[in-house]
């Protein structure tokens, strides 16, 4: 199965109705069946009812495309990108869903992948990794079970923090990984984790 897979890079959501990509703005870098590279940035935007700006509720978003470009080559250190022309009303009509995306993909930039989905955090996957230089995810190595280990390890020592200060939300964010283990830095007050007996940054293996 041909799966073209996005960079999440919004609010997730967990919402049926708003769609099933999880994600409000997702993002890749990859090259279609030509072999010519393409960038490509997706937002879920609001229905409203006909002369109203009353949100509709009960349907997918529509989706947005904000950017869509040939990738070119660096002049004088800047890299090159050509936008591509899109109708903008007829991708309004379309649904924010794995299967209107994948259609419009296929049909508009000559491919042929069978479904997309979105990476969070704990895959690593970054487009704009190097400066003036984007990450393809054709080159990117795409390994669930590492992401699994990461997410389990965020959530335990996510859990711990929360329970030592007495937090109901979250209080850490992700801030390195490799392989092997992955680092979080805590946002509490110097005063909180002096009572918990935290430390600011903590590296736990996965």
């Known amino acids: 199965m041909r799966i073209l897979y996005f960079e999440g890079v919004g609010n997730p ?30 937002s879920a935007t609001p229905r409203y ?14 989706l ?7 990738i070119g080559d660096v002049v004088e250190g800047l890299k090159q990108c050509h936008e591509v022309e ?18 419009w993909i296929n049909e508009v930039v000559n491919c042929q992948f069978d479904s997309v989905e979105v ?8 487009v704009y990794r190097e400066r003036d230089k984007y990450d393809l995810i054709d080159n990117f190595d795409v390994n669930h079970e590492l992401a699994s280990r990461r997410r389990e390890a965020y959530r335990k ?7 030592a200060l007495n937090e109901r939300f979250t209080v850490i ?11 979080i830095r805590c946002h509490a007050s110097e005063e909180a984790l002096r009572r918990s007996g935290l430390p600011r940054f903590t590296t ?3």
């Open 13 to 42: 959501f967990s919402s049926e109705v708003v769609g099933d990509l999880r994600n409000y703005r997702i993002r890749t870098a990859f090259s279609n069946l030509d072999g010519i590279a393409y960038y490509v940035e997706l």
């Open 49 to 62: 009812k006909k002369n109203s700006y009353k949100e509709i509720k009960d349907q997918a978003r529509a």
């Open 64 to 70: 947005s495309v904000p950017h869509l470009y040939k």
């Open 86 to 103: 899109r109708n903008f009303d007829k991708i309004y009509k379309l649904d924010y869903t794995k299967a209107s995306i994948t259609e």
């Open 119 to 126: 990476l969070d955090e704990f895959y690593g996957y970054d």
């Open 157 to 163: 020592i996510d859990d711990m923090y929360k329970k």
């Open 173 to 183: 964010t992700l801030r390195e990984m490799d392989e092997n283990s992955i680092t």
């Open 204 to 206: 736990i293996a996965v």
